[in-house]
């Protein structure tokens, strides 16, 4: 492939983050479970059916089927799936792990889960499709859902550089409030060193019910 070729591939299509993951350009891989989500899902009582949106090498996946939950994770590119499910193979894992584009996830699930875990998969896709990104959150969540995430990077412009583009925390609450009510927000103490303060953890409980 020319690099022209290369520079043309759009961030919606798999092959831009294929090529990410072959050139070892992973900057959003902690290369661990997110210890805010690992906190988090201590906190919980029963097995859930969590859905992982762009779940990537699948690290918070993995913890939770691990923890005994119900695990779907969904991402496009060719070596995510190849990567999780070789982790999962070797742990001897039961994790469902679909390649697919998370906008397509409609036609498979109807309010199927318990959870959709959000981590920089939110600032991943085009902006312009955010407002379908949270509908369709909300058409996978069963009605006592939850939408468990963290948005970053806060601190950044939405100036149409990205991927990540940058996610303004008022209108990000203001897009989630149309669909969804706030059960918890807050700064997390458990950020890694290089987020520190540019992220928030954020709990969305779905309306109406
Ligand atoms: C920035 S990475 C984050 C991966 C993971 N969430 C993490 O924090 O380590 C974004 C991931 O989302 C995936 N992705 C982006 N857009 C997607 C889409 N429309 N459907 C499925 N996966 C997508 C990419 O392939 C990539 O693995």
Redesign the pocket.
Known sequence: MHITDIQSIH??Q?EY??NS?NAGE?A???GEP?PIFKNWIHSQKKPLSIC??????G??ALYFAEKGHEVTA????DS?ITNMTNAAKKKNLNLNILH????NLEKLYDAQFDIVLE???Y???DPNKRTNYIQMVNNLLKPSGKLVGILFPIDKELDGNG??FGVDINTTMTLFLKYFTLVEKEIPALSIERRRGREVFVIFKKNGY
């Open positions: 961030h919606s798999p983050w294929e993951y992973m959003w891989d902690l997110t992982i949106l762009g779940a990537g090498n690290w918070d969904v991402d496009f590119a995510a697919e584009d998370i906008f981590y920089t998969c600032c991943a896709i991927p990540p």
